[in-house]
């Protein structure tokens, strides 16, 4: 018996070139409504990629929420166990704990919503910051969530 296929919502040609857009926004020092670039090592290349986030702040710790799913680099942080957040020359080495716990994760992602949902609740399948806490539990499986530390130095 094959297991499930994870979700992921692959991005589209054109939100592709608008995340390389705010990926570059980001390095040049522009965070729109605090989005961040990630950096992080890829599991087969080696090689640093780079992407888009929104780091959430939740009761004093910081966190990176795959709307997406389990995409690419979600399978790189978790090999990688950490990575780099970038704002122009601010620059913030991180390591990341895995969010498994799915009440943990659902107070996590109701949070995450009522500040992002304008602009990932597509990907969250008709689930809202409304939603009831057993439905945000259910999508917390489709929803990688990493607590952010970051690395002094």
Same mark, same amino acid.
């Given at each position: 018996m094959n297991a499930p296929t994870p979700y992921y919502v692959q991005a589209s040609p054109l939100a592709t070139r608008f995340?390389?857009?705010l990926g570059?926004?980001?390095?040049?020092?522009v965070?729109?409504?605090? @989005?961040a670039e990630l950096s992080v090592? /890829?599991?087969?290349?080696g090689e640093m +990629?780079?992407? !888009? #986030?929104? !780091?959430? &702040?939740?009761? /004093?710790?910081?966190?990176? #929420? @795959?709307?997406?799913?389990? @995409? +690419?680099? #979600?399978?790189?942080?978790? #090999? =990688?166990g950490g990575g780099e957040l970038r704002v122009g020359r601010k620059v913030s080495a991180f390591t990341v704990t895995e969010v498994t716990d799915p009440a943990e994760k659902a107070v996590v992602l109701?949070?995450?919503?009522?500040?992002w949902g304008?602009?990932?609740?597509? *990907? *969250?399948?008709?689930? &809202?910051?409304?939603? @009831?806490?057993?439905?945000?539990r259910k999508a917390? =499986?489709?929803? !990688?969530v990493f607590r952010i530390s970051v690395v002094a130095g």
């Open positions: 995340n390389s857009l570059k926004l980001a390095r040049m020092g965070s729109l409504a605090g @989005s090592r /890829g599991r087969k290349s +990629q780079r992407i !888009p #986030v929104n !780091p959430f &702040t939740h009761g /004093g710790d910081q966190y990176l #929420v @795959s709307a997406r799913g389990h @995409s +690419q680099w #979600v399978r790189n942080m978790r #090999v =990688a109701r949070g995450y919503l009522e500040k304008w602009e990932v609740n597509r *990907f *969250f399948q008709g689930i &809202t910051a409304q939603s @009831s806490d057993a439905d945000l917390s =499986a489709d929803h !990688p």
